[in-house]
Nanobody, 112 residues
Framework: QLQLVESGGGLVQPGESLRLSCAAS????????MGWYRQGPGNQRDMVAT???????NYADSVAGRFTIVRDNAARRVYLQMNNLKPEDTGVYYC??????WGRGTQVTVSS
C-alpha cells in the first residue's frame, strides 16, 4: 500500500523560501496526478499545486508565479519549491496521490 511522507516544512520570514519533499514508498509512475494541498488554521484543505505524469502543472491562483511543483518518478518523489513566502501561505501542507492516498503533512509557518 502506497505511503507518502512529507518533509521540509518550518518557520520562515516573509519573502523567504522553502522546499517541501514528498517521498513515496513505491513507484508513482502510473499515478496520473500527484499534488500538494494546504490546510490553514480552521480552514478546509485546498489545492496548491498538481502535476500529471505527463508533466502538466496546475497551480492555485494565490501561489502561481511563486511556487513550482516538480515530479521525479525515478526517485519516487514530488517536490514543492516555494519562493517569496507570505503569511497567508501558513498551514499544514499535504502530499496527495490521485489514488486517494494522503501523507500526514508538514507544517509551514510564515511569520516575522
Amino acid at each position: 500500500q502506497l505511503q507518502l511522507v512529507e518533509s521540509g516544512g518550518g518557520l520562515v520570514q516573509p519573502g523567504e523560501s522553502l522546499r517541501l519533499s514528498c517521498a513515496a514508498s513505491e513507484t508513482i509512475f502510473p499515478i496520473v496526478l500527484m499534488g500538494w494541498y494546504r490546510q490553514g488554521p480552521g480552514n478546509q484543505r485546498d489545492m496548491v499545486a498538481t502535476i500529471t505524469n505527463g508533466g502538466t502543472r496546475n497551480y492555485a491562483d494565490s501561489v502561481a508565479g511563486r511556487f513550482t511543483i516538480v515530479r521525479d518518478n525515478a526517485a519516487r518523489r514530488v517536490y514543492l519549491q516555494m519562493n517569496n513566502l507570505k503569511p497567508e501561505d501558513t498551514g499544514v501542507y499535504y502530499c496527495h496521490a490521485g489514488t486517494g492516498c494522503w501523507g500526514r503533512g508538514t507544517q509551514v509557518t510564515v511569520s516575522s
